[in-house]
């Protein structure tokens, strides 16, 4: 059964995107994107963010910039190598 901690109201993919969108670019200076993808626990907004070394953790600081759920989406931090967005993200919206 799915977690009951992400049931509830969404808003709309245009809204949520268009948030989290700010919420990055307020706090992560190098590339990224968000997009949306479904998975074993369901529907959920990705945060994909492009980082040097893809195996560190990210800051503590950072992280918490990030919660489990963003508009009521199930929200995941995608780490990405330099690079992969422009190669595998340029023609999505």
Do not use: C, Q, Y
């Amino acid at each position: 059964m799915a977690n009951l901690f992400f049931s509830g109201e969404k808003a709309s993919k245009e809204e949520a995107r268009a948030g989290l969108m700010e919420l990055i670019a307020d706090n992560w200076p190098d590339a990224f994107t968000v997009d949306f993808w479904s998975d074993g626990g369901g529907h959920m907004i990705r945060a994909v963010l492009e980082f040097d070394d893809t195996d560190a953790g990210m800051p503590d600081e950072l992280r918490a910039k990030f919660p489990a759920k963003f508009m009521g989406w199930r929200l995941v931090v995608l780490k990405v190598p330099r690079g992969h967005i422009e190669v595998f993200f340029k023609d999505k919206k």
